[in-house]
């Protein structure tokens, strides 16, 4: 029989929260990462975003975390609008498209200026999106008429440790689903104090590529553990890059 401690500390779980900001250039994989995530479905066809806000629930190892999302403009139109966002979030997923080195390049320039301007205190992950890209002929041919190539593991790992992120995830919204729930799954964990951005043991020692991460088990017979001790251990087997 579970101690009363442990079931006052399964039901303060049960209402896990992770409220998740995602900035980034325009037509960079935002809003394809939050519907992969939100709906599994792949938006083809780029719609300009404004400001959209979402809410999901996903399981991990009998785990229930509510999301709440905020997808932004990164047009310079909304360059006026888009604080508002900044004091709900409780992390941010800062992301740049694979397929496009300058948007990296805006990573440090642009938006961890912003970012740190209007939330100083809330983690971030950086999130390479569009990593299908980095083998796509066609981008692979564009990007070298003007001498440059798909942004490398280590390019976004120097500029993951340069601006102090959190962790470094790559996702493909469009050929891995399992990339995009480990990177919410890592923006839950930081959201949470669980990961330890400027070193230390366990995940937050290094950076990690969320393709990595286990993925939740769908025939775990164990009881139900606190989030932080069931996902650390699995962290603990990723490999860091």
């Given at each position: 029989?579970?101690?009363?401690?442990?079931?006052?500390?399964?039901?303060?779980?049960?209402?896990?929260?992770?409220?998740?900001?995602?900035?980034?250039?325009?037509?960079?994989?935002?809003?394809?990462?939050?519907?992969?995530?939100?709906?599994?479905?792949?938006?083809?066809?780029?719609?300009?975003?404004?400001?959209?806000?979402?809410?999901?629930?996903?399981?991990?190892?009998?785990?229930?975390?509510?999301?709440?999302?905020?997808?932004?403009?990164?047009?310079?139109?909304?360059?006026?609008?888009?604080?508002?966002?900044?004091?709900?979030?409780?992390?941010?997923?800062?992301?740049?498209?694979?397929?496009?080195?300058?948007?990296?390049d805006?990573?440090?320039?642009?938006?961890?200026?912003?970012?740190?301007?209007?939330?100083?205190?809330?983690?971030?992950?950086?999130?390479g999106?569009?990593?299908?890209?980095r083998?796509?002929?066609?981008?692979?041919?564009?990007?070298?008429?003007?001498?440059?190539?798909?942004?490398?593991?280590?390019?976004?790992?120097?500029?993951?440790?340069k601006?102090?992120?959190?962790?470094?995830?790559?996702?493909?919204?469009?050929?891995?689903?399992?990339?995009?729930?480990?990177?919410?799954?890592?923006?839950?964990?930081?959201?949470?104090g669980?990961?330890?951005?400027?070193?230390?043991?366990?995940?937050?020692?290094?950076?990690?590529?969320?393709?990595?991460?286990?993925?939740?088990?769908?025939?775990?017979?164990?009881?139900?553990?606190?989030?932080?001790?069931?996902?650390?251990?699995?962290?603990?087997?990723?490999?860091?890059?």
């Amino acid at each position: 029989m579970s101690s009363p401690k442990k079931s006052a500390l399964v039901t303060e779980l049960d209402s896990l929260e992770c409220r998740v900001l995602l900035v980034g250039d325009a037509q960079c994989g935002k809003s394809a990462l939050i519907q992969r995530f939100v709906s599994d479905k792949f938006l083809e066809v780029y719609a300009p975003t404004s400001f959209d806000k979402y809410s999901t629930s996903h399981e991990w190892s009998g785990q229930m975390v509510n999301f709440l999302v905020w997808d932004t403009s990164g047009a310079s139109a909304y360059d006026s609008v888009r604080p508002l966002a900044y004091p709900e979030a409780r992390v941010v997923l800062l992301c740049f498209s694979i397929g496009e080195p300058e948007s990296l390049d805006h990573v440090v320039t642009k938006w961890y200026p912003e970012i740190r301007h209007h939330c100083t205190t809330a983690p971030i992950i950086l999130c390479g999106c569009q990593s299908d890209l980095r083998n796509d002929i066609e981008t692979i041919s564009r990007l070298a008429k003007i001498r440059r190539i798909p942004v490398t593991s280590e390019q976004a790992l120097q500029v993951s440790r340069k601006i102090e992120a959190g962790n470094y995830v790559e996702t493909s919204s469009r050929t891995s689903v399992k990339s995009v729930r480990d990177a919410f799954e890592v923006a839950a964990l930081a959201s949470h104090g669980r990961l330890n951005a400027r070193g230390g043991g366990g995940l937050g020692s290094g950076v990690v590529s969320s393709h990595a991460v286990r993925p939740p088990s769908k025939t775990n017979n164990k009881a139900r553990l606190d989030l932080k001790y069931e996902l650390k251990d699995r962290a603990k087997v990723c490999s860091l890059m």
